[in-house]
C-alpha cells in the first residue's frame, strides 16, 4: 500500500521557521522525482520545490533563498525546511513523488501570522 504521510505543519509567526517531514512506503523511494507543493484558499495549487533523484533541487522563485528541500533514501522521507516564513506561505502543503507512478500525501497545514 502507497502512502506519503506528512507531517511539521503548524502556528507560526511570521519570521519563524518550520520543518515539513513527508514519510513515504509502498514504492521505490529512491527512484522517484519528489516535490513538495502548496495550496492557499482560493488559488491554484504550486509548485514550491523539487528534488530529483540525484538530489539536484528547484525552487519557486518565491521561496529560493529561505526553504530548503532534502531527501533521505535510508529513511524513505523527503524534507521541506522553512526559514523567514511569511503571512503569504499560508498554505496547506503537499508532498508529491512522481516516477513509474505519481502519489500524493494528504497535506500539513502551515499558518504564518503578522
Known amino acids: 500500500q502507497v502512502q506519503l504521510v506528512e507531517s511539521g505543519g503548524g502556528l507560526v509567526q511570521a519570521g519563524g521557521s518550520l520543518r515539513l517531514s513527508c514519510e513515504a512506503s509502498g514504492f521505490i523511494f529512491s527512484g522517484y522525482l519528489l516535490r513538495w507543493y502548496r495550496q492557499a484558499p482560493g488559488k491554484q495549487r504550486e509548485l514550491v520545490a523539487g528534488?530529483?533523484?540525484?538530489?539536484?533541487?528547484t525552487y519557486a522563485d518565491s521561496v529560493k533563498g529561505r526553504f530548503t528541500i532534502a531527501r533521505d533514501n535510508a529513511e524513505n522521507t523527503v524534507y521541506l525546511q522553512m526559514n523567514s516564513l511569511k503571512p503569504e506561505d499560508t498554505a496547506v502543503y503537499y508532498c508529491?513523488?512522481?516516477?513509474?507512478?505519481?502519489?500524493w500525501g494528504q497535506g500539513t497545514q502551515v499558518t504564518v501570522s503578522s
Open positions: 528534488i530529483r533523484t540525484d538530489s539536484t533541487t
Open positions: 508529491n513523488a512522481r516516477g513509474w507512478n505519481e502519489y
